[in-house]
C-alpha cells in the first residue's frame, strides 16, 4: 500500500517567517493530496488540497505544490500567524469513490510572537 | 461544523468492558472512515466502510469490530478493552473521491 512520511515532525518559526512542510508518497497512483490542519482537541479540518493534474495551488497566505515526478509534495505558509500554531497532517489517496487516505505522522507548527 | 456527528463525546470504562462508537456521516456522504488519535500521535486509519460495505482495513485490533448500517451511520465496537486503547476516536465522511469530514471525535478514557 501506500506510504506517506511527513517531515519535520516539529517546526518553530517566528511571526511573519514563513514555514514549509514535506511530504513524500510511495505509490504512483495516489491524485489526491489534502493538508489537514488540527488544532489542540480538536478535529482535523482540511486546509487545502491538490490534485496530480496541477502542480501548485495557492489560497491567500497558504500554497501546496506537487512535484510527480520526485512524488513529493510541500505545503508553504507565509507570513505566519500565532494562529497558524497546530499539527499539519499531509495525506495521498489514490482518488476514486470511497477511497483510502494515507495519513503521514503531522507536524507540530509553533508560531512564535 | 462538519456535519459529521460522534457520540458520545466521552466515554470512561474500566479494562476489560466493551463499549460502542457511533458516528452520523453528512447527509449523501457514503463513505465512513474511523480513526484512531493516541496522545500526540497522528492518524491510524482503522477501517472503511462505503455505502454499508467494508471497503478497506487499516491497523485495527482484532478486538474492535465496526459496521455502517443502511442509514448509512456506523458504529466501532472496542472489546476487551486495554488501558493503550484510551485515545481520541474520529470518524469522517466523504462523497468521492476527495474531501474527508471529520466529526468532533470521541475520546475514550480506559482506566
Known amino acids: 500500500g501506500e506510504n506517506v512520511e511527513q517531515h519535520p515532525s516539529t517546526l518553530s518559526v517566528q511571526e511573519g517567517d514563513s514555514a514549509v512542510i514535506k511530504c513524500t508518497y510511495s505509490?504512483?497512483?495516489?491524485?489526491?493530496f489534502p493538508w489537514y490542519k488540527q488544532e489542540l482537541g480538536k478535529r482535523p479540518q482540511l486546509i487545502i488540497d491538490?490534485?496530480?493534474?496541477?502542480g501548485e495551488k495557492k489560497d491567500q497566505r497558504i500554497a501546496v505544490t506537487l512535484n510527480k515526478t520526485a512524488k513529493h509534495f510541500s505545503l508553504h505558509i507565509t507570513e505566519t500567524q500565532p494562529e497558524d500554531s497546530a499539527v499539519y497532517f499531509c495525506?495521498?489517496?489514490?482518488?476514486?469513490?470511497?477511497?483510502?487516505?494515507?495519513f503521514g505522522t503531522g507536524t507540530s507548527l509553533t508560531v512564535i510572537p | 461544523d462538519s456535519g459529521v456527528t460522534q457520540t458520545p463525546k466521552h466515554l470512561i470504562t474500566a479494562t476489560g468492558q466493551r463499549v460502542t462508537l457511533r458516528c452520523s456521516p453528512r447527509?449523501?456522504?457514503?463513505?465512513v472512515y474511523w480513526y484512531q488519535q493516541s496522545l500526540d500521535q497522528g492518524l491510524q486509519f482503522l477501517i472503511q466502510y462505503y455505502n454499508g460495505e467494508e471497503r478497506a482495513k487499516g491497523n485495527i485490533l482484532e478486538r474492535f469490530s465496526a459496521q455502517q448500517f443502511p442509514d448509512l451511520h456506523s458504529e466501532l465496537n472496542l472489546s476487551s478493552l486495554e488501558l493503550g486503547d484510551s485515545a481520541l476516536y474520529f470518524c469522517?465522511?466523504?462523497?468521492?473521491?476527495?474531501?474527508?469530514?471529520f466529526g468532533p471525535g470521541t475520546r475514550l478514557t480506559v482506566l
Open positions: 469522517a465522511s466523504s462523497v468521492g473521491d476527495d474531501e474527508q469530514f
Open positions: 505509490d504512483s497512483a495516489s491524485n489526491y
Open positions: 495525506a495521498a489517496s489514490i482518488g476514486f469513490a470511497g477511497n483510502q487516505f494515507y
Open positions: 491538490i490534485r496530480s493534474n496541477v
Open positions: 447527509s449523501g456522504d457514503l463513505s
